[in-house]
């Protein structure tokens, strides 16, 4: 007569072989208390990261096959995940730092991933998103919108370095994966130049067509309006843990921008310190302007321009601006997908501010 223990290895043993499992093994690692995310905090140096994304121009073009050039961010967390994990910087999001170079041309495709952009170095360049010459300068915000047919062209003199969001790894897990070239290398430009920017001048102001939802009516937010509504904004109190922030939405809808993936800029005046919370959602940082350090799960991470960083979901974090000029940190995330899931929540800390534990080395 064998004991029960002898059993059940004998059991396991036979359900493994046909691809079974039991739930009463698994149940405390796959319904975790908490959010228990692969992605860890982590970040990345712009002077390092730009030295990659710079030699990658010597290397590869974005002719056909090469299609994007782009050094993405590899979550240290995540990476085992193959092949998902290799472009995750969160559990949800990709993000990199794409290149395109004066004279350079990238070719014309659309996909059901999702992209934002954040201009961080250059101009002259221009994306064309659904017939329509969008021009890129620094501080603006781009989307292009699953679906949309979208290629580069730089006609500018000096390299142009840009932010790429995608929610790569999202519609990987949910395996609703299109992509396709456009026939031509570019497509055809069939707007004015500029046009959702000319229709969409004024905050608060809509076109009388967009009256019923309009899909991604606006391609662009320069950087002028949104340091101007921040600069007016800081004249007023701060939110406790966001100091000043301003999210980039669809202007004729009020939701997010981006449609799956969020993203706001904020604004840390000299010498401020936020109190820190921890929410569902995860979050990738990128340093438009400042320097300072953010404590999240007790670790200090000091951040200055150009570097990204990440707050995986559940993790507590506040920052610090610790420059003589205010920071101005872009940031993406998931809410919008974990509002509409109904996941979303968040939590002030206890004490309002984390005992800084120890300091981020890469
Ligand atoms: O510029 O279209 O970083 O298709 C990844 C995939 C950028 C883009 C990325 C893309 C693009």
Not at 230 to 250: G, I, W
Request: glycine content about 8%.
């Amino acid at each position: 007569m064998s004991t029960i223990e002898e059993r059940l290895t004998e059991y396991y043993a036979r359900l493994r072989a046909r691809n079974l499992g039991p739930l009463w093994n698994s149940i405390g690692s796959i319904m975790t208390k908490e959010p228990k995310p692969h992605a860890v905090p982590y970040l990345w140096k712009w002077d390092e990261v730009a030295a990659f994304a710079m030699e990658s121009g010597e290397l590869v073009t974005p002719e056909r096959g090469g299609e994007r050039r782009v050094v993405f961010f590899s979550n240290p967390g995540c990476a085992h995940l193959e092949p998902s994990g290799w472009g995750s910087l969160t559990d949800t999001l990709y993000a990199g730092i794409q290149l395109l170079k004066p004279g350079e041309k990238a070719p014309s495709h659309r996909h059901n991933q999702s992209a934002i952009r954040f201009i961080v170095q250059g101009q002259g360049a221009y994306t064309i998103v659904e017939g329509e010459r969008v021009y890129m300068e620094e501080g603006d915000f781009l989307i292009t919108p699953a679906g949309l047919w979208h290629d580069h062209v730089h006609d500018g003199s000096e390299p142009m370095l840009w932010f790429d969001c995608l929610d790569i790894p999202m519609l990987y897990k949910l395996g609703a994966m299109f992509f396709e070239h456009y026939p031509e290398f570019n497509q055809p430009v069939t707007r004015p130049d500029n046009y959702s920017t000319l229709r969409y001048s004024a905050a608060g102001l809509r076109p009388i067509q967009d009256r019923h939802d309009h899909y991604a009516p606006q391609a662009v937010f320069k950087w002028r309006a949104t340091k101007a509504a921040l600069d007016n904004l800081s004249t007023l109190d701060a939110d406790p843990f966001d100091a000043y922030a301003v999210e980039y939405v669809n202007p004729a809808t009020g939701q997010a921008a981006g449609n799956t993936i969020g993203a706001m800029m904020q604004k840390l005046p000299s010498g401020h310190h936020t109190n820190a919370h921890r929410h569902v959602h995860s979050a990738i940082y990128h340093v438009f302007r400042g320097e300072g350090y953010s404590v999240i799960d007790g670790v200090k991470f000091e951040w200055k321009q150009g570097d990204t960083f990440c707050i995986p979901n559940w993790a507590w974090h506040e920052h610090v601006s610790t420059g003589a000029e205010d920071a101005f940190l872009f940031s993406t995330n998931d809410l919008p997908v974990m509002e509409a899931l109904h996941l979303e929540r968040a939590e002030a800390h206890p004490v309002g501010q984390q005992e800084v534990t120890g300091t981020f080395t890469a």
